[in-house]
């Protein structure tokens, strides 16, 4: 199964492993699984940090391949595809990068681990957290 990591939930499984509630721990942890990162997640990060809201990922950053190795991720780029159908989303949600990351589990057949529940007023969309 492709499962797609939202930002937090990145951040958590390398951080801080017990805010993540056991469904979504198993399908992170399970070997059997491909581990997405989204390319927009150093972004949403990075901009995170600059504006103060997320002071703590700035170390993490840096860090950032390492994790993703740790974690047996692999980065998923944003293609042009993924582009265009974030865009075009029927969904009133605004935030791009939420907009991007539920385009990308749409496109790549992926389920999301978010404990985001603005995601579950989306259609079509494979979401996972309890």
Not at 36 to 56: C, D, H, N, Q, Y
Not at 57 to 69: C, E, H, K
Not at 76 to 99: C, K, M, N, Y
Request: proline share 7%.
């Amino acid at each position: 199964m492709r499962v797609l990591l939202d930002t937090h939930t990145f951040f958590w499984a390398v951080r801080d492993p017990s805010r993540i509630p056991a469904v979504a721990t198993e399908l992170v942890t399970d070997s059997g699984n491909e581990l997405l990162v989204s390319a927009v997640t150093p972004w949403e990060m990075g901009i995170k940090v600059r504006s103060g809201r997320f002071p703590e990922a700035a170390p993490f950053l840096a860090a950032m391949p390492r994790y993703l190795g740790a974690l047996g991720a692999s980065e998923l780029p944003i293609t042009i595809e993924h582009s265009l159908v974030a865009g075009q989303l029927e969904w009133p949600h605004r935030d791009p990068f939420d907009r991007m990351l539920a385009a990308q589990a749409i496109i790549e057949n992926a389920v999301l681990v978010s404990a985001d529940t603005v995601f579950s007023t989306l259609g079509g969309l494979r979401l996972s957290w309890r």
